[in-house]
């Protein structure tokens, strides 16, 4: 897949390459910090929808573009919840926001020796749109910031479904099945598990750890009685 270095392409690069502007900005002890990071984000965040514009309309789509424009969006809205866990963003919502993106990109990447290019789709701009607007909320400290956030959590299962049906109609059964959903959840659940320990929340997070551990063998269970070898698509199965 070779990279060409057209307009929309530089600018989701540009897009990622500022996203510590807006880190920086979130630390910064500066006046108006919240607005100022809003506007970065917001800025960014339309730069999405800019780079996708340009793409159609100067007829610049690129296999690279498809692959590397939703994972400059899922940069973005990661950085964003991770910063605000517990100031208005619910741990368990920026982890199954993180945790769709995070399955999504592995099984994007996994794919790409294949020559098999999974792209975004009209609903999961929609998802990436709620996300922004709820994330600007968050930042904002806006009135129903949870409930927006609680709206972008839920559209983003259910592209995330989506994207799994369309996945599992190109490839079959080798990359979306039950051990390999198994081996991605066990790989995320070590967000929630190091949070809880390093806040001295140390019965939840024990529990976390006893999911983990029997999740392990229960996606070898899976492949054995679902006959399937190959069953992982990240580096963190057994």
Known sequence: MKFKFNIPN?????????IPLFVIVLLADIPYKSILA?????????????D??????????????KLIDPIADKLLISTALIFFIGKGVAL?????????????????IYLLPSKIVVPASSFGKA?????SIAVIFVILKLPFSWHV????????LISGLQYLVSIKELTGNKVVNLPN??????FLLI???AYYFLNSRIHIALLIFAIIALSDKLDGISARIMNINNRHICPFGN
Do not use: C
């Open 181 to 186: 959903l198994l081996t991605l959840a066990r």
């Open 38 to 50: 809003a506007f970065v984000f917001a800025m960014l965040s339309i730069s999405d929808f800019l």
């Open 149 to 156: 956030m609680l709206a972008a959590v839920l559209l983003t």
């Open 92 to 108: 368990w919502m920026a982890v199954a926001i993180i945790a769709r993106e995070v399955i999504i990109t592995a099984i994007r």
């Open 10 to 18: 530089k600018i989701t690069i540009i897009r990622v390459s500022l």
């Open 52 to 65: 996708g514009y340009l793409a159609r309309k100067k007829m610049q789509v690129t296999e690279i573009g």
């Open 191 to 193: 967000i929630p598990f």
């Open 127 to 131: 998802k990436t749109f709620v996300q």
